[in-house]
């Protein structure tokens, strides 16, 4: 019942009614806007919590370092051209270096990209540009309705890469209009730069803080060829061009604030972290070569450096599961939940093995509750059977039904379970 109408919702969230042309909040110039201010924070408030699901979940092992990050978008989203949409900041617990904004003012920034951040003012071009984003409403404007849909296509791919072998989580984000990424014009970018960097000034940030970001975002689009990047710089593309701009406007502007030091303060828990992180992917990139003996050794030594991260634990029972151990695997998802209970991933696997243990009771509870975070075929099949198990016969062909309509293998299994249920 809750995956159908989380899909219901998302239909009328694509399907806005026509604004046509208003006046751009940020630039003053005029735009043509689908969408109404109510509509797209409805989106964002809608999209947020899938897309975070989908993108790694929130970073929860060091709570400090949200709160940090939120001070800051704050800061900068107080002395932005629409200081008054519901802005929130989240760290997203994903290796890949990205940030991105929703209409409306929700906005997430990748571990990964914190990485490679040196000082508080290049923490704060990511976010003015991403305010920017939200403010000027680009997202509203660019995405007609199939392409918010069909922002669809390169998330499966982002997460399949972050998330490295597991075919499970790939298809998993394929059901349900649940997660939206922008691709923004050349133009649209150096316009969130520029107002961005007038955000910086604003608090009164050191404005080179822009330029620096960008000359890392060059060097990283030409050393590294992960289709994971990639794809982030298809929607974010770097160029000496935005280099050479924002150096101009800094030049404009007078000096400020770096903040370094409370900027090194709130990253050294995820900075001593970043050896177990690494051990981590070392760990996928073996179990994407299906050594799962080899993977599950370096997640071993991942969770030694730091036995609070959930997302290892989750990987430690995954590989359980592909070494036939269900029992030490369901030992490690619990472990993961009892971690962090706000992410889908640990409640789905421990799902389908209590369906494979017979546990149907268990089994529905865990899956309602994986969808209830991000709502995913593979949940929703395995929660059909659960159902047909429990003789609850009319949800059970709820789920095959949405399953079905997923199509692949998955849901050809669910047209075979919706044939032996019969009419
Ligand atoms: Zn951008």
Redesign the pocket.
């Known amino acids: 019942m809750k995956l159908s109408k989380r899909i219901a919702i998302g239909m009328i969230a694509v399907l806005p009614a026509l604004h046509g042309c208003t006046t751009n909040p940020v630039t003053g110039q005029s735009q043509f806007s689908l969408l109404s201010r109510a509509d797209e924070i409805a989106i964002g408030e809608q999209q947020y919590v899938p897309s975070q699901q989908s993108q790694g979940g929130e970073y929860t092992v060091d709570p400090n370092l949200n709160a940090y990050i939120s001070s800051v978008g704050q800061k900068l989203a107080r002395v932005s051209d629409r200081p008054d949409l519901p802005y929130e900041f989240v760290v997203l617990n994903n290796d890949v270096p990205n ?1 991105w ?1 929703l209409p409306g003012g929700k906005i997430a920034i990748n571990r990964g990209l914190l990485y490679e951040l040196e000082d508080e003012s290049q923490l704060a071009a990511v976010l003015g ?2 305010i ?2 939200a403010a000027a409403r ?1 997202g509203a404007t660019q995405q007609s309705q199939s392409t918010i849909l069909g922002g669809l296509g390169s998330l499966i791919q982002a997460v399949g890469e972050s998330y490295g072998y597991g075919a499970l989580t790939q298809q998993g984000v394929a059901l349900g209009a649940s997660a939206f990424t ?1 691709q ?1 014009g050349q133009g ?2 150096l316009e ?2 520029r107002y961005g960097m007038d955000y910086m000034g604003r608090v009164g940030y050191e404005p080179m803080g822009a330029v620096e970001l960008q000359q890392t975002f060059v060097k990283l689009s030409e050393g590294q060829n992960t289709s994971a990047l990639q794809a982030f710089f298809q ?2 593309p770097p160029s000496q061009k935005r280099v050479a701009a924002n150096l101009e406007k800094a030049r404009s502007m007078s000096d400020g604030t770096r903040n370094k030091a409370a900027f090194d303060r709130a990253m050294s828990q995820i900075r001593k972290d970043k050896p177990a992180y690494d051990l981590h992917t070392e760990a996928l990139k073996l179990a994407g070569a299906k050594d799962y003996q080899g993977a599950l050794a370096k997640v071993e030594q991942a969770i030694a450096k730091q036995p609070k991260e959930a997302l290892f634990w989750t990987t430690k029972g995954q590989l359980q599961t592909e070494l036939k151990n269900e029992a030490a695997a369901k030992t490690s998802f619990n472990k993961a939940i009892s971690l962090n209970n706000e992410y889908f991933a640990p409640y789905l696997y421990r799902g389908i093995i209590s369906v494979d243990q017979k546990e149907y009771a268990a089994a529905r509870s865990d899956l309602l509750q994986s969808n209830q975070w991000l709502p995913t075929a593979y949940a929703t099949y395995y929660l059909g059977l659960s159902n047909a198990n429990l003789g609850n016969i009319v949800e059970a062909r709820q789920n095959f039904t949405a399953v079905q309509q997923v199509g692949g293998e998955l849901g050809q299994a669910a047209t075979r379970q919706l044939e032996q249920l019969g009419n």
Do not use: F, I
Request: glycine fraction near 0%.
């Open positions: 940030a904004a540009h991403e920017v984003h680009h922008a923004y649209q970018e969130a730069d929607s974010h």
